[in-house]
Nanobody
Framework: QVQLVESGGGLVQAGGSLRLSCAAS????????MGWFRRAPGKERELVAA????????YYADSVKGRFTISRDNAINTVYLQMNSLKPEDTAVYYC?????????????WGQGTQVTVSS
């Protein structure tokens, strides 16, 4: 069992930066690939970024490539999402997820979400 708690969301102006953190409980954190999803109002949930168990492999959605960076620190059971050059269209609730199912179409563990609002 893994519990995930996100933090770091907030209100930022376009062009600004935020860093999201996701702290995981349990001793098996390093056993799970991790991902960040987002859901914007009126839109479907979107996989934003994912990282392998060791951190050696990453994935980014085209919409955030070059602006967002996912990383993890297995020593402290935490995964991060550094978001730079934020745009109003990045406004969404961001969710941390662990243990992907069917290639990140789903996940077995989810955080509660953190709101990111980018003003123009």
């Amino acid at each position: 069992q893994v519990q995930l708690v996100e933090s770091g969301g907030g209100l930022v102006q376009a062009g600004g930066s935020l860093r999201l953190s996701c702290a995981a409980s349990g001793r098996t954190f390093s056993s799970y690939p991790m991902g960040w999803f987002r859901r914007a109002p009126g839109k479907e949930r979107e996989l934003v970024a994912a990282i392998s168990k060791s951190g050696s492999n990453t994935y980014y959605a085209d919409s955030v490539k070059g602006r967002f960076t996912i990383s993890r620190d297995n020593a402290i059971n935490t995964v991060y999402l550094q978001m730079n050059s934020l745009k109003p269209e990045d406004t969404a609730v961001y969710y941390c997820a662990a243990d992907p199912v069917s290639g990140w179409s789903q996940a077995n563990y989810w955080g509660q979400g953190t709101q990111v609002t980018v003003s123009s």
